[in-house]
């Protein structure tokens, strides 16, 4: 797992871990929102009682915050980004999903947003892509 992060958001997720007293692995900042991947184990910490946490930070930023647990289980972590999977095929670093159609349009997001940036996180930590059927 090598991930390059620049000035940006290293800031963001020092703020981050600040406001949460969670540990931030990784982040993306894509217009009105920002990805975190946080460790194993911290997600109630970052969320906090209530989304707490989570509204204070989305204030802080003044941008939607989302929250991403990491795992060291490639298909634990799939399913923490994208937890309406009804099945799911691992082959050669290449993960096709399929998804609850109630929630396919917004795992994929407005023009494939959302399943670009969950695709980056694959390639970050496991150099894997993730395809929806």
């Not at 931030?24 to 217009?31: Q, S, V």
């Not at 009682?49 to 799939?78: H, L, P, W």
């Not at 959302?114 to 695709?119: P, V």
């Amino acid at each position: 797992m090598k991930v390059n992060l620049d000035a940006k958001q290293i800031q963001s997720m020092s703020m981050f871990q600040n406001i949460t007293n969670s540990s931030a692995m990784d982040c993306i900042e894509d217009n009105g929102d920002i990805y975190f991947v946080i460790a194993e184990g911290q997600y109630g910490l970052a969320v906090g009682k209530g989304g707490f946490k989570i509204k204070k930070a989305e204030r802080a930023f003044r941008k939607n915050i989302r929250v991403i647990e990491y795992s060291t289980d490639m298909e634990q972590f799939v399913r923490n980004m994208v937890p309406d999977i009804t099945e799911m095929q691992v082959s050669d670093k290449i993960i096709n999903l399929k998804i609850k159609p109630a929630s396919r349009s917004r795992v994929i997001g407005r023009s494939g947003k959302n399943i670009h940036i969950l695709n980056v996180f694959l390639k970050h930590f496991f150099s894997a892509e993730m395809k929806i059927k």
